[in-house]
């Protein structure tokens, strides 16, 4: 029997951790990068003394790893499967010979749901084991009046170590010894008085925001946003699987092995349809790809992001991770208009003041050369995080104030850095440049940076890049991306006018030299029947031959305008005229 049981429970650790793999692999990279675990004495004193604190800092502690590959994914199975041993614990304590093994997987699987979600933090999960922990010892206690004492005491312990769930505890205590027929069973509302007096209590001194944190599984979600109903699940299908526990435990036993594998077929199916609808309501697949890109974005794997990226996009943000990988390999001017573009925003998207996009913001305007955005939008990242901050956003604000010589406060945030297990061993590597402009002018990268400084003071408007961007490219010449970035800004938004007053101001200069293809088919757009024009900007005859056969197929096709798109984007999908005529 219990090398079944055994075999059991290693079958729903493997399912859960391949499942969670395959589905959500780039989904615990992203879970990391928003919260930020310093391993010090302080910081853990400070969370613990919290209500809640011994399991959020436990989850704080186990989500560090999931920057590597597969901890995310068998950490997360590994959590679930102590749920469902939990929770068989439990129901085998009230009916010992059920063999209703569903009982024990729907509160797994539910939470499975919340793991999906990455405002949700394991915390929720830590602290619902806890939970079960506690419960199980305390049916362990045969002797009814010690169980009950022991319950009650239970409940501010448990409040203090694992936050919410204490109150879930406190009801299900309740509902047990009630339906247990215990004498006096109406002791154990104590435990729901103490657990409303923790929660009130809690928010009076100011622990907890706001009520719903101290008696909902709220509090194990972003505290800035309301969660989906889906977080609800599992704290109701606890008190709902005691009930129908004790219910199982009146029925008599049916005997036969044909009615036992019925049963499990019956429950097997019952699974596999709560998963059928609850992996794609709560999948969030739709970020699936975002967070693949924010992944090989922050590892620098630039060509991975435009092999993802080939084909159709609809998506502003795939674009922009498109663009700004393009930028990092100093391709955007020659190859943007061989990927699907949609506009500006596919260089740059609207900030709506969210980690994710404030994090994409400040990669793009360090591609850029702009420092002072970068370090804005960090610092946006990094304060809205659902953890402690970013990781990843912390370094750019290290880099920034490096770049601007203000060396205390990137001291301070090497310091934070310092106290982490990964990152650590980068903040040692960037203490050389503290205090060292010398350092600072030699690196390749902040050195550039520093160049790319304007050298006059200026009002920056997020909404307005082009005054930016021709400092960026004023100030430091070899930066391309800026110059880069400002034209095919013009190119995707079809702005002719801007365009030509960028390439008459800087072309022949060392800003901008030469034109990259899309600057040259565009020079051919704006200036269509005037070819000695042409001959300013130096186009290549290459570029012009090819003009002359895609003018000469579209004159040839022109009476067939629905056809007309299609033929041309596959020999000439690739060049701005396409864009600028199609698109």
């Known amino acids: 029997m219990k090398l079944k049981i055994t075999a059991f429970w290693l079958v729903i650790l493997a399912a859960l951790f391949i499942f969670l793999q395959e589905y959500s692999r780039f989904h615990f990279f992203f879970i990391e990068q928003s919260q930020l675990f310093q391993f010090t004495g302080d910081y853990i004193c400070g969370k613990v003394a919290m209500p809640g604190g011994f399991a959020l800092t436990l989850s704080e502690f186990l989500v560090q790893f999931f920057r590597y590959p597969y901890a995310g994914a068998g950490i997360t199975a590994a959590l679930l499967l102590l749920t469902g041993m939990g929770m068989r614990g439990i129901v085998r304590r009230i009916v010992p010979d059920t063999d209703f093994f569903l009982l024990y997987l729907i509160p797994v699987i539910l939470l499975m749901f919340l793991h999906f979600d990455f405002n949700y933090l394991a915390f929720g999960t830590i602290a619902f084991n806890l939970m079960l922990l506690a419960f199980y010892l305390c049916l362990r206690i045969s002797n009814d009046k010690w169980r009950m004492i022991v319950e009650i005491v239970a409940t501010p312990l448990l409040y203090g170590l694992a936050g919410a769930v204490a109150c879930l505890f406190a009801l299900s205590v309740l509902i047990y010894e009630f339906l247990n027929k215990t004498p006096k069973f109406y002791w154990s509302s104590l435990s729901v008085l103490l657990g409303l007096l923790c929660g009130v209590c809690s928010v009076y001194f100011a622990l907890l925001g706001e009520y719903r944190f101290a008696f909902l599984p709220d509090a194990y979600y972003h505290t800035a946003l309301e969660p989906k109903t889906v977080i609800y699940y599992s704290w109701i299908s606890f008190p709902l699987i005691?009930?129908?526990?004790?219910?199982?435990?009146?029925?008599?036993?049916?005997?036969?092995?044909?009615?036992?594998?019925?049963?499990?077929?019956?429950?097997?199916?019952?699974?596999?349809?709560?998963?059928?609808?609850?992996?794609?309501?709560?999948?969030?697949?739709?970020?699936?790809?975002?967070?693949?890109?924010?992944?090989?974005?922050?590892?620098?794997?630039?060509?991975?992001?435009?092999?993802?990226?080939?084909?159709?996009?609809?998506?502003?943000?795939?674009?922009?991770?498109?663009?700004?990988?393009?930028?990092?390999?100093?391709?955007?001017?020659?190859?943007?208009?061989?990927?699907?573009?949609?506009?500006?925003?596919?260089?740059?998207?609207?900030?709506?003041?969210?980690?994710?996009?404030?994090?994409?913001?400040?990669?793009?305007?360090?591609?850029?050369?702009?420092?002072?955005?970068?370090?804005?939008?960090?610092?946006?990242?990094?304060?809205?995080?659902?953890?402690?901050?970013?990781?990843?956003?912390?370094?750019?604000?290290?880099?920034?104030?490096?770049?601007?010589?203000?060396?205390?406060?990137?001291?301070?945030?090497?310091?934070?850095?310092?106290?982490?297990?990964?990152?650590?061993?980068?903040?040692?590597?960037?203490?050389?440049?503290?205090?060292?402009?010398?350092?600072?002018?030699?690196?390749?990268?902040?050195?550039?940076?520093?160049?790319?400084?304007?050298?006059?003071?200026?009002?920056?408007?997020?909404?307005?890049?082009?005054?930016?961007?021709?400092?960026?490219?004023?100030?430091?010449?070899?930066?391309?991306?800026?110059?880069?970035?400002?034209?095919?800004?013009?190119?995707?938004?079809?702005?002719?006018?801007?365009?030509?007053?960028?390439?008459?101001?800087?072309y022949g200069t060392d800003v901008l030299p030469s034109l990259p293809k899309s600057f040259q088919e565009a020079v051919i757009t704006l200036s269509e029947a005037e070819p000695d024009y042409w001959k300013r900007f130096d186009i290549s005859p290459s570029v012009m031959q090819r003009f002359a056969e895609y003018k000469k197929q579209v004159l040839a096709n022109r009476n067939n305008k629905n056809a007309l798109p299609g033929l041309m984007r596959r020999a000439y999908g690739d060049t701005y005229w396409f864009y600028f005529m199609f698109k």
């Open 242 to 506: 005691l009930i129908l526990a004790f219910l199982l435990r009146k029925r008599k036993k049916a005997a036969g092995k044909k009615i036992w594998i019925a049963g499990g077929v019956l429950q097997l199916a019952l699974l596999c349809v709560l998963c059928w609808w609850g992996i794609p309501e709560y999948g969030d697949k739709k970020s699936a790809k975002v967070k693949e890109l924010d992944y090989y974005a922050r590892t620098e794997q630039w060509d991975k992001i435009l092999d993802a990226n080939k084909g159709t996009l609809t998506n502003y943000l795939n674009m922009c991770y498109l663009n700004l990988a393009l930028a990092q390999k100093g391709e955007l001017a020659d190859r943007m208009f061989s990927f699907d573009q949609r506009g500006p925003q596919g260089l740059m998207v609207g900030w709506n003041k969210t980690e994710q996009i404030s994090s994409l913001l400040s990669d793009i305007a360090f591609a850029m050369g702009n420092s002072a955005m970068a370090q804005e939008m960090a610092f946006e990242a990094y304060a809205t995080a659902i953890g402690e901050g970013n990781p990843r956003m912390l370094k750019r604000l290290v880099q920034t104030n490096l770049i601007y010589g203000e060396y205390p406060v990137a001291e301070k945030y090497l310091n934070i850095l310092g106290n982490t297990i990964y990152y650590k061993k980068w903040a040692d590597d960037h203490r050389k440049f503290l205090y060292n402009d010398t350092a600072v002018e030699q690196d390749s990268v902040l050195g550039s940076m520093r160049k790319s400084l304007p050298k006059e003071n200026y009002l920056s408007e997020i909404n307005y890049m082009e005054k930016d961007l021709c400092m960026v490219a004023e100030a430091n010449p070899e930066k391309k991306a800026a110059i880069e970035y400002l034209g095919a800004l013009y190119l995707l938004a079809k702005n002719m006018d801007g365009f030509k007053n960028m390439l008459e101001t800087y």
